[in-house]
């Protein structure tokens, strides 16, 4: 039996807050930094090259001075665009701001007229943005989004709200973003499906289910596809509900009562809970009829059934015949019509 899939937790804003506050006295922002900075040397080549980083005024710019900082240890050429006040920066910015310094870093204003390299780190703002970028930041990411650089974003593209996905005019478009501790619903909707280019996932050593529990999952096919039956799972993705045959259905309350000989098909109503969907027709006795060997499940509508459209529509055209056994051993005949897919299909 397979697994249950393993799917990637996905964290609000409030909830991030939360598990960084419980872990406030461990080096967080050292450590995103550091897997940061990996992911940076990794997209520049090991050999060194020339990268810009872009640091804000808040923890987001603090975590691209620890990536200065590991890339300079690292032999990489690095110019970092730094405009705020470090009088004002929060603790743990202000730590990795002096400790920037203290390695030899300085800082500029601007972007060099003439600069051309390999790589962007994006560290302006992070999962704490809820409006446009004022016009200052906003000429710096024009500026990196027009050059054929590749853009490294720090947890979250600078200009979108990792809440809902909005992007406020400019945002970062990103080639790949290195998100911490968690997933955030922005990353995945609106604006941060194209802004964030390839995602790379680090928890910082954390385990942040065991502190506040996941209210939502990335839902990727990959992983649901894994631990679904091989008649469930879909292989090609150009298909729609007519490329997987037909589906045929009885309903299994009037199967077993008492009542066996009437057909099943002529009972008032039948409500959808009582019917059964066959799409396994090699284990099933109505395999004889043409089943699906869909990766699609199927519901399908209320449907009232009368005797007189029965006997019109059985004098038409002859009807499938199925064995079917009964609760108690006997066995009928019962006519079922194969019916097309109906109604929602997951996809």
């Known amino acids: 039996m397979a697994l249950p899939p393993v799917l990637a937790p996905v964290y609000r804003v409030i909830d991030l807050r939360a598990i960084e506050e419980s872990a406030r006295a461990l080096p967080l922002m050292e450590r995103a930094g550091l897997a940061a900075a990996e992911v940076a040397r990794a997209m520049a080549g090991d050999r060194g090259g020339k990268v810009l980083l872009l640091a804000g005024p808040g923890n987001n710019g603090g975590d691209a001075l620890v990536v200065a900082r590991w890339l300079r240890q690292w032999y990489f050429d690095t110019t970092v665009v730094f405009r705020a006040d470090p009088a004002k920066l929060p603790r743990d910015a202000a ?89 955030k619903p922005g990353l995945l909707t609106g604006a941060g499906v194209d802004c964030c280019g390839t995602l790379s996932v680090h928890a910082l050593e954390l385990d942040p289910e065991t502190i506040v529990p996941a209210q939502g999952r990335r839902l990727a096919w990959s992983a649901l596809a894994a631990a679904l039956p091989d008649v469930l799972r879909r292989r090609l993705r150009n298909v729609h509900k007519g490329t997987f045959g037909t589906l045929c259905s009885t309903p299994t309350r009037s199967i077993s009562s008492p009542g066996i000989r009437r057909s099943p098909l002529r009972s008032r109503c039948v409500r959808p809970r009582h019917w059964q969907l066959l799409i396994q027709p090699k284990q099933h006795a109505c395999s004889q009829l043409q089943l699906p060997t869909s990766r699609q499940i199927a519901w399908l509508p209320r449907r009232r059934w009368r005797r007189s459209s029965m006997r019109r529509s059985s004098s038409k055209a002859p009807a499938a015949s199925s064995h079917i056994p009964t609760a108690a051993g006997t066995s009928m005949q019962a006519a079922i019509p194969a019916c097309r897919l109906r109604g929602p299909v997951m996809s």
């Open 95 to 183: 730590a990795a701001h002096r400790a920037f310094v203290a390695a030899g870093g300085t800082t500029l204003a601007d972007i060099p007229p003439a600069w051309q390299g390999t790589l962007v780190v994006d560290g302006l703002f992070g999962i704490g943005l809820k409006r446009a970028l004022t016009a200052d930041y906003a000429a710096l990411v024009d500026q990196v989004n027009a050059s054929a650089v590749p853009i490294l974003a720090l947890d979250v593209p600078s200009g979108l709200d990792a809440e809902t996905g909005s992007g406020f005019h400019p945002t970062i478009r990103a080639a790949a973003t290195a998100t911490f501790i968690a997933l």
